[in-house]
C-alpha cells in the first residue's frame, strides 16, 4: 500500500514538473497565443490578417505581410507639412496597399535616426550601441545592427529596441513595464512583417511582452519602429478590415506600395 501511495505521489509530482517546465520553456507565452481569422490578400505581394490575444489582456494584432519582389516600402509625409506633424491617412499616396505609422521623430518632427527613401537619404546615421536597422534592397530583407548592414538600400529605417535578435533570441534583457500599443518590423523566413499590437492607452503589451509574441509568431528578428498614440494603420476598403488611426501627429508613416 505505502509502494503504490509513493508511486502515485511520484508520479504526480512528475507531471507537475512537466507542466512547469514546458511553461518555462514557452516564456509564459500562453497567454499571449493569439485567435487569427482568415488573412486577407492585398495584391501585388501583401495579405493581411487580424487577430485577438486572448484574456487576460486583450489586444488587437494585425500582421501585414509583405512580398518584397512584389511590392516595396516607401516613406509617406502629408503635403505641404513642412516641419509639422500629420495625420497617417493624409500622408497615403495613391495606389498604397497599406500604411502604418513610421519610427520615432523629435519635437520637431524631424526623423531621429537613418531613414532612406528610394535610395535617397532622408536623415543620416545616428552612432548608437544599441537599436538596430530595418533595410531592403531589391527584395531583401536585413534587420539587424546598424554597423552589419550588408549593402545599400533602397529604403532603410534606424530605430529600436532590437526586439528579437538574430535565429529569434528575445533581445529585450529587461522590461521597464510601460504598457503601449507598438509598431513592429518582423523578418520570418525572410519575409517582411508589419506587425501592430493595438490597444486602449496604457493597456498595450510591454516591450518584453511584444518580444515574446513576436517570437511565438515566428520572427526570426525583430525591430521597434513606435508605440503608444504614435501606433496606427491604414487599410483600403478590400482589405475587409477596420483601419486604426495614430492618436496623435506623425512625422511620416510607411507606404506599401506595388513594384
Not at 33 to 38: H, M, S
Not at 60 to 85: H, M, T
Request: a positive charge; hydrophobic letters at 45%; aromatic letters at 6%.
Amino acid at each position: 500500500m505505502k509502494l503504490r501511495i509513493l508511486l502515485a505521489a511520484a508520479l504526480l509530482a512528475a507531471v507537475g514538473l512537466g507542466v512547469w517546465a514546458l511553461g518555462a520553456r514557452s516564456g509564459g507565452s500562453a497567454e499571449l497565443q493569439v485567435a487569427w481569422r482568415a488573412p486577407a490578400a492585398l495584391p501585388p505581394g501583401v495579405s493581411v490578417r487580424e487577430g485577438f490575444t486572448e484574456l487576460p489582456r486583450r489586444w488587437r494584432v494585425v500582421d501585414l505581410a509583405i512580398d518584397l519582389g512584389k511590392a516595396e516600402l516607401r516613406v509617406a509625409r502629408a503635403p505641404g507639412a513642412g516641419g509639422a506633424g500629420g495625420r497617417l491617412a493624409d500622408m497615403v499616396p495613391p495606389g498604397a496597399l497599406a500604411a502604418v505609422n513610421g519610427g520615432y521623430f523629435d519635437e520637431k518632427y524631424r526623423p531621429v535616426g537613418w531613414l532612406v527613401d528610394r535610395g535617397t537619404e532622408l536623415a543620416p546615421r545616428v552612432s548608437r550601441t544599441s537599436g538596430g536597422v530595418v533595410a531592403v534592397r531589391a527584395g531583401g530583407l536585413y534587420i539587424g545592427p546598424l554597423k552589419e548592414v550588408p549593402w545599400k538600400p533602397e529604403f532603410a529605417l534606424q530605430n529600436g529596441p532590437r526586439l528579437v535578435e538574430a535565429a529569434g533570441q528575445i533581445g529585450i534583457r529587461t522590461d521597464d513595464g510601460k504598457r503601449a500599443a507598438r509598431t513592429v518590423a518582423c523578418d520570418a523566413a525572410g519575409r517582411l512583417h508589419l506587425i501592430l499590437l493595438l490597444a486602449p492607452p496604457h493597456e498595450g503589451p510591454t516591450l518584453h511582452e511584444t518580444a515574446r509574441l513576436l517570437v511565438a509568431m515566428g520572427c526570426r528578428a525583430a525591430l521597434n519602429l513606435d508605440g503608444g498614440p504614435s501606433s496606427g494603420l491604414w487599410l483600403p476598403e478590400a482589405a475587409g478590415l477596420a483601419a486604426s488611426a495614430p492618436a496623435a501627429p506623425i512625422a511620416y508613416g510607411l507606404a506599401v506600395m506595388p513594384r
